[in-house]
């Protein structure tokens, strides 16, 4: 049973280039999380989707930065115009419907690493 | 709004001792979850412990245990016998059930380096 999968790995992206970081949540679940981490940072939440649904995206930048999760395939987040700040760890976690609620631990992936050269 | 402090940013142990990684936290919340993971050098996220705010228990999960102090807003991790292994960056966080909107995601605090030495 596969867990949260996030690919790529590690992606490196020149300045102005765009970005497109895909998560898998784990099987039966449809709601999707994605953290952004960075340097030496906790976590800090940039988005809440369900399938075809965005129902919070209060810790998004306004400008550049998109997220989607299609009723069929993985979520995807997009950066446009990546700049070096954009370089960070991209977490995704995924949850059952419905959530369990405040007890409820997510499962993350294991992180798209961005590198902006 | 909800927040986390970690105060140690760095933390020294030595192998097969115990040591206590600080975590307090703020809340208007009734209701509210504590967590701690582990983030090894290859970076994934790794799900230690749960506490929910109403537990009477203290949490504990092998090696790892939590020590809450609800009326000190505090949630410190304790590892027992630590290994090399437990060497990582460890993040507290919590996650609470706000008035509006969906705020069922989580609050991470800024982590604490664990250094086990052998």
């Known amino acids: 049973n596969a867990g949260v999968m996030q690919n790529p790995r590690h992606l490196v992206r020149r300045r102005g280039q765009e970005a497109r970081l895909r998560c898998s949540p784990m099987?039966?679940?449809?709601?999707v999380y994605w953290y952004r981490q960075l340097p030496e940072e906790g976590l800090k939440f940039m988005v809440y989707?369900?399938?075809?649904?965005?129902?919070?995206e209060s810790g998004m930048p306004k400008e550049r930065f998109s997220a989607e999760f299609p009723k069929e395939g993985p979520s995807i987040l997009r950066i446009q115009q990546v700049v070096r700040g954009d370089s960070a760890a991209y977490f995704c976690?995924?949850?059952?419907?419905?959530?369990?609620?405040?007890?409820?631990?997510?499962?993350f992936g294991s992180g798209t690493r961005l590198t902006v050269v | 709004a909800q927040k986390i402090t970690q105060t140690q940013p760095g933390m020294f142990v030595q192998e097969k001792e115990a040591v206590t990684l600080d975590c307090t936290y703020d809340?208007?919340?009734?209701?509210?979850?504590l967590f701690w993971y582990k983030q090894p050098s290859s970076g994934e996220m790794i799900f230690l412990i749960y506490?929910?705010?109403?537990?009477?228990q203290n949490a504990t999960e092998g090696r790892y245990s939590l020590n809450f102090q609800k009326a000190r807003k505090s949630a410190n991790l304790v590892i027992s016998a630590s290994q090399l292994g437990d060497s990582a960056m460890y993040f507290c966080?919590?996650?609470?059930?706000?008035?509006?909107?969906?705020?069922?995601?989580?609050?991470f605090g800024p982590g604490t380096r664990l250094s086990v030495l052998p």
């Open positions: 809340t208007s919340d009734q209701s509210y979850g």
């Open positions: 099987k039966g679940h449809s709601h």
């Open positions: 976690a995924s949850s059952p419907i419905p959530d369990s609620g405040f007890s409820y631990g997510y499962t």
């Open positions: 966080a919590m996650r609470g059930m706000e008035e509006a909107g969906y705020g069922q995601n989580f609050v």
């Open positions: 506490q929910g705010s109403y537990d009477e």
């Open positions: 989707l369900q399938k075809e649904n965005i129902i919070d």
